[in-house]
Structures are given as structure tokens and as C-alpha cells.
């Protein structure tokens, strides 16, 4: 993963400087402990016909062959009419993160360059449609 500069654009898509908006929370996600246990991810898509958007979704080993969902992420800022567009371009960032992570990038920098891509926990956020109605 490129370092950001502090006076760059923000990768988030904010418009705002790097140093005010995601810089701080950035640092924390690098300094916060990880949590154990062994994961893998899934990339897909979240949504109903018509409106998509790509998804990333965690699981948690829970023993052999075993697993849980643990989170679910999705890029609220890429909407398709199409399922497999959405999901084809959550594949594409999420082989880029693993690419970062299995060159010594490790699990921090992983979770960094989805949040750069703009992927969020579905806790994070709300997608509300405008059917037209007062």
C-alpha cells in the first residue's frame, strides 16, 4: 500500500486533506490489538435488484472446518443494477488487499486498504431510497 501523505487528498473521497479526516483513525486502526483466531474473506454483493453494491465479508474460525460470520463490509459509494458488477469489483479490491498483506503488509495494512477503497461495516452506515412519497 502507497503512504498517504498528510497533505494529500484523503483516499476515503471526502475531499478533505488526509491529516483531517481519516489520518487519526488510521493510526488507531494500526495500534489496536488484533483479534485472535484465523479469518478468511469473501467477496460479493450487498443489496436487491437494482441497486448493488460490493461487499466483503468476513468469517471467524471457530474450530475444524467451522466458521462464522465476524463482519460484513460494503463500499456504499459503488452502486450497480448488476450483482456480478458489484461483486466483480469487491474480488478486484479485495485480491489487491491480499496481495499488500502477503508481501509483509500484514493484517492492519489489509484492513487499511479496503477502508482506502471506501468499504465500511454495514453498522456504519444506511442506505435510504427516495420512493418519492411525502
Known amino acids: 500500500m502507497e503512504k498517504v501523505g498528510r497533505n ?7 475531499g478533505k486533506k488526509y491529516k483531517r479526516c481519516c489520518e487519526g483513525k ?3 486502526i494500526m495500534e489496536k490489538p488484533l483479534p485472535t483466531g484465523k479469518f478468511r474473506y469473501e467477496s460479493g454483493s450487498y443489496g436487491g435488484p437494482g441497486d448493488y453494491i460490493p461487499s466483503i465479508v468476513g468469517y471467524k474460525e471457530t474450530g475444524p472446518d467451522s466458521w462464522i460470520e465476524h463482519l460484513c463490509l460494503v463500499k456504499p459509494d459503488a452502486i450497480f443494477c448488476e450483482e456480478d458488477s458489484a461483486s466483480d469489483l469487491a474480488e478486484r479490491h479485495l485480491a489487491a488487499a491480499r496481495v499488500i498483506a502477503d508481501s ?3 493484517p492492519q ?3 487499511l486498504s479496503l477502508r482506502h477503497e471506501g468499504y465500511k461495516r454495514v453498522s456504519d452506515f444506511r442506505i435510504v431510497k427516495d420512493t418519492g412519497t411525502v
Open 26 to 28: 488510521d493510526i488507531q
Open 109 to 111: 495494512e489489509f484492513a
Open 8 to 14: 494529500s487528498q484523503c483516499p476515503c473521497g471526502s
Open 104 to 106: 509483509g503488509g500484514g
